[in-house]
């Protein structure tokens, strides 16, 4: 017998935790509830820290997929402990025993509406991070218009108890200082700065892009958090901030603010929480059973966790986490369920 | 009209708008190294002028860039061009040198 194991949510985590557990000899069952497979990922365009097309790498992740069955358009209607396993009534209708169950359920994008003062939705050239990554891919955007002077604010929606955040999202800073350059790059005749608290440049190469963007790009660091924005008539931003470098007010006016929304937990990934009766922790993200030795690990048996949905992320920190939670649930059902392994077919098979 | 006695203070604000884009892009076509300066300090803590005169590297760079350049040339005024400032920097900058292009570049009136 094959253990089932079932994942929810198609996201990088998803997919790669699903591809490997496949090839480790399990039945996988991956339930997306959107339309497509590949969750943020194929939102964006080119990757930091070395401008990887986005696409390839969800090429690379789906097709190492094979044998994994994926319902997309599906939600968990509920899940229910019997005995070993948990039983899973799917929107569709179908039934599955699972003996192993993954969350992978990523994380939402912090709504910049809610930081009203920056005017998101409000002033008609303010964009996120993401819309940006659209306009990449698309070339689309009537908020983009030839600017000339362009201002990226990190840390939008967190580090910033106001908006109910205090943690930091990770991955905007090396997302601002990687879109400032390709801004750069499209429009060269722009100014372009970058307001940042601190400047998270923590991964390996990221300090070379970080130098490139000041080299090479010419993009202006200014350390202080943008406090204010408003629109002018002929539709230019004026933007306010302290530079903290040199204690002083700062004005500048620009054509294009683009805010650095954060990830929070995902709300859909809660409902799943709360259907297993999960922990969160303060910050919103689920509880793991130990951070330094059992990431991957809930604390109910049988219930592992990978991705964005335990914090921030980066994709290969994703990939590596997921991979880390296949070999986990890997032990745990040789473990449970001893028979899944039967010796002599081993043998048989593998001598 | 009656002087009371009373008088507005200059605005102290930056004003990124009056920025000289102009100028500073020809000093980093001289010096394409002032743009990787982080501001961690390291020139000013061990400057040998710094402790007498308010001389600040790091500061003049950021004023540069904040379009506030007689400001910045003050805070350079007292350089004795003793090159400790080189020795420390953690971004590999010739400061020495950076300190003599801007000269050359901001000492010129326009
Ligand atoms: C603006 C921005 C740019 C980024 N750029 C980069 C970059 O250049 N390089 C990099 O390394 N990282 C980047 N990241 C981080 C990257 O997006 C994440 O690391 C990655 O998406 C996390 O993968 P995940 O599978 O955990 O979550 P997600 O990508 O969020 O995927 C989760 C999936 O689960 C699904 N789901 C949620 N709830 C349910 C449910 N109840 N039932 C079924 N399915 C559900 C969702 O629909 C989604 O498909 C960026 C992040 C942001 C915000
Ligand atoms: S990664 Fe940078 S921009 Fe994002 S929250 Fe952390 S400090 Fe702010
Ligand atoms: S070269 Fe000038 S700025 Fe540098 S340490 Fe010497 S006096 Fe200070
Ligand atoms: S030591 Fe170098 S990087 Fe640091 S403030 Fe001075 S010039 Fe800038």
Redesign the interface.
């Known amino acids: 017998m094959r253990n089932n194991v079932l994942i929810i949510g198609g996201g990088p985590a998803g997919l790669e935790a699903g591809a490997n557990l496949q090839r480790l000899g399990y039945n996988v069952l991956l339930v997306e509830h959107s339309n497509t497979l590949g969750g943020h990922l194929g939102k964006w365009d080119r990757l930091f820290p070395g401008g990887t097309p986005a696409s390839a790498a969800l090429d690379k992740l789906l097709g190492s997929m094979d044998g994994v069955k994926c319902f997309t358009d599906t939600e968990i209607q509920s899940i229910n402990r019997l005995g070993k396993s948990y039983n899973v009534i799917l929107s569709n209708g179908i039934t599955v025993l699972a003996d192993a169950v993954l969350v992978a359920t990523g994380f939402d994008l912090f709504q910049a509406e809610k930081k009203e003062e920056y005017g998101y939705g409000i002033y008609d050239h303010v964009i996120t991070n993401a819309d940006l990554e659209l306009y990449f891919k698309t070339g689309l955007d009537t908020r983009i218009n030839a600017p000339r002077k362009i201002g990226f604010v990190h840390c939008v929606g967190s580090r910033d108890e106001k908006s109910g955040c205090r943690s930091c999202s990770k991955v905007c800073c090396a997302t601002a200082v990687k879109q400032a350059c390709e801004m750069k790059a499209a429009f060269p005749d722009a100014q372009i700065y970058c307001f940042y608290m601190d400047l998270r440049m923590f991964g390996r190469h990221y300090e070379d892009m970080y130098l490139e963007a000041q080299r090479d790009y010419g993009i202006r660091f200014i350390r202080g958090r943008v406090a204010e924005v408003s629109e002018n008539i002929d539709g230019s931003l004026s933007v306010k901030a302290e530079d903290t470098v040199s204690s002083k007010p700062l004005k500048v006016s620009l054509d294009l603010l683009v805010l650095m929304a954060g990830m929070r937990p995902s709300v859909s990934g809660q409902r799943i929480g709360s259907l297993l009766g999960m922990q969160n922790e303060k910050d919103g993200y689920f509880e793991v059973l130990s951070e330094i030795t059992a990431q991957q690990r809930s604390s109910i048996p049988g219930i592992f966790l990978a991705g964005a949905a335990t914090g921030p992320k980066t994709i290969p920190d994703t990939l590596a986490d997921a991979r880390g939670a296949a070999t986990q649930i890997d032990k745990y059902l040789s473990d449970i369920f001893p028979k899944a392994k039967d010796l002599k077919q081993l043998i048989k098979t593998a001598w | 009209m009656v002087d009371f006695g009373y008088g507005l203070l200059a605005s ?6 009056l ?1 000289d ?1 102009g100028k500073f ?1 020809s000093l ?1 076509a001289e010096e ?2 002032v ?3 982080i ?1 961690c300090g390291s020139c000013t803590a061990v400057c040998t002028a710094g402790k007498f005169t308010p001389t600040s590297l ?2 003049a760079i ?2 540069l ?2 379009g506030r350049d007689e400001v910045a040339m003050n805070m350079l005024k007292g350089c004795q061009l003793c090159g400790k400032c080189t020795m420390v920097c953690p ?1 590999g900058i010739n400061t020495r040198h950076l300190i003599l292009s801007i000269a050359k570049i901001y000492s010129k009136k326009k």
Request: hydrophobic fraction near 25%; proline fraction near 4%.
């Open positions: 102290s604000r930056i004003n990124l708008d920025f884009k892009d980093a394409p190294d743009r990787k300066c501001a790091r500061a950021e004023e860039q904040n971004r």
